[in-house]
């Protein structure tokens, strides 16, 4: 099946810095890839959709100054916690599909511990 | 608003055995769902996928049943082996290409 692959796995920082995280689609493109946020022991939930070429779109509550998200490419989709607390240690996902109804594919995850 | 939501929040099954694991959602126009399985800090990974246009769906070991009358999803994992335990998140798709997740189910293999 298709590859996402999300880096980093894992990121501590201190509170105020800033973090990216990386998300690609290995061998296929995609116009359209989706960020999740997962606390604990808890369901995945849907931050934004990031669209190629144009400004994401955000699921109410969240805000978009503070999760930036730049879709540069069709494989590349970046997600930056801006000046990080530690209320945004999570667990954040990325999915993209090969085409419009297609399956989703997920990232590995990336843990993010604000100190 | 629209939900998705899954009847047991855990599940114990002896090793060998078979697993059911059942999904109510709310949408009712909802064409597509989709089973994930969730392995600790990692992320979801497909399952099987079923549309509305069918009732059942068999993969390897995995069937997933889908009834529509009552918005009602199921997936079930025969002869359970230790390497099912995850958690498993049921999800749906209204048409708009975003997916709405179950709250997830813990799955145990007791050896």
């Known amino acids: 099946g298709a590859v996402v692959s999300q880096h980093p796995s894992w990121v501590i920082c201190k509170s105020g810095t800033s973090v990216k995280i990386e998300c690609r689609s290995l061998d296929f493109q995609a116009t359209t890839m989706f960020w999740y946020r997962q606390f604990p022991k808890q369901s995945l939930m849907l931050m934004a959709t990031?669209?190629?070429?144009?400004?994401?779109?955000?699921e109410q509550g969240v805000e978009k100054d503070k999760f930036l998200i730049n879709h540069a490419s069709l494989t590349l989709s970046t997600l930056t916690v801006t000046s990080a607390h530690p209320e945004d240690s999570s667990f954040y996902i990325c999915?993209?599909?090969?085409?419009?109804?297609?399956?989703?594919?997920f990232g590995s995850g990336t843990q993010l511990s604000v100190l | 608003g629209e939900s998705v939501g899954l009847h047991l929040p855990t599940l114990s099954v002896q090793e060998g055995d078979n697993s059911i694991i059942n999904c109510a959602y709310s949408?009712?126009?909802?064409?597509?769902f989709i089973w994930y399985k969730q392995e600790s800090g990692k992320g979801p990974q497909f399952i099987i996928d079923i549309r509305s246009n069918m009732d059942k769906r068999q993969g390897q070991r995995v069937t997933v049943l889908l009834n529509k009358t009552v918005k009602h999803l199921s997936l079930q994992i025969a002869a359970t082996q230790p390497g099912d335990s995850a958690v498993y998140f049921c999800?749906?798709?209204?048409?708009?290409?975003?997916?709405?997740f179950g709250t997830g189910t813990r799955l145990t293999i007791i050896p």
């Open positions: 990031s669209n190629e070429g144009s400004k994401a779109t955000y």
């Open positions: 999915s993209a599909a090969q085409g419009a109804g297609e399956k989703l594919f």
């Open positions: 999800a749906e798709n209204g048409g708009n290409e975003k997916l709405t």
């Open positions: 949408n009712s126009a909802s064409d597509y």
